[in-house]
């Protein structure tokens, strides 16, 4: 009778050694490139060596951290993988934002257009505004009602934790950020799925265009 309980509490063990890794991560706390020690890690999470090295596999399978040598490190991307990424975040972005002009709930729009208007309190403070970002993305993904965008979506977001930094840095492109944001909400507000779509992209343009010039130190 303990075997099976056992094992239950080993594979809750191996997904919250899994989450918390990929939440330090992607909030920066370990950044790309760094070398990942497992010892180091289960103190850092109070948890043994097994499910963080059984973490540490699974994320290595999803490109999330590579292998130099005999070590683990932080992923990092290079030039053409951050074009090929925001090339396909572009496409699925805009997927999401035309589904949820299609199927949201009056009352996700309505928590959208509420998250909007919160985050222009946040600009200028560069880690606030990047994580109610990432919020907000989420609530739009979750809006869309479609599982298997969200799969995609879901994917999508552990490689963009791999970036070194935000593009939510200065106040001018916060403060662009939310008025895209405003017009991707409008959009779905007023069921106009093209709209919707457009506004998405060109955000995730806009992004990708700031993210090339941080890229280049201007």
């Known amino acids: 009778r303990d075997q099976p309980r056992s094992r239950g509490l080993g594979d809750v063990y191996k997904r919250q050694a899994y989450t918390l890794i990929l939440e330090l991560i992607d909030r920066g706390d370990i950044a790309p490139g760094q070398k990942l020690v497992e010892t180091e890690l289960a103190d850092r999470l109070g948890v043994s060596r097994t499910p963080v090295r059984e973490a540490l596999q699974r994320l290595e399978a999803q490109d999330v951290v590579a292998r130099d040598g005999r070590s683990l490190r932080v992923a990092t991307l ?8 925001y090339e396909v975040r572009g496409v699925v972005e805009g997927l999401a934002a035309r589904l949820a002009a299609r199927h949201a709930a009056p009352e996700e729009i309505e928590v959208l257009q509420r998250m909007v208007e919160a985050d222009r309190s946040l600009i ?23 599982r298997y965008l969200s799969q995609m979506l879901q994917g999508m977001r552990r ?12 106040v001018e492109r916060g403060t662009e950020a939310v008025d895209e944001h405003a017009a991707i909400v409008d959009a779905i507000a007023r069921r106009d799925e093209k709209t919707a779509q457009e506004a998405a992209e060109i955000h995730i343009s806009n992004a990708y265009r700031t993210r090339l010039l941080l890229d280049s130190g201007r």
């Not at 200028?124 to 479609?146: E, K, V, W």
């Open 78 to 85: 290079d030039h053409d993988q951050l074009g090929e990424l």
């Open 159 to 170: 490689t963009m934790a791999l970036m070194s930094s935000t593009t939510l840095g200065t």
């Open 124 to 146: 200028g403070d560069a880690t606030a505004l990047s994580l109610a970002n990432r919020t907000f993305h989420r609530q739009l993904h979750r809006a869309s009602h479609n």
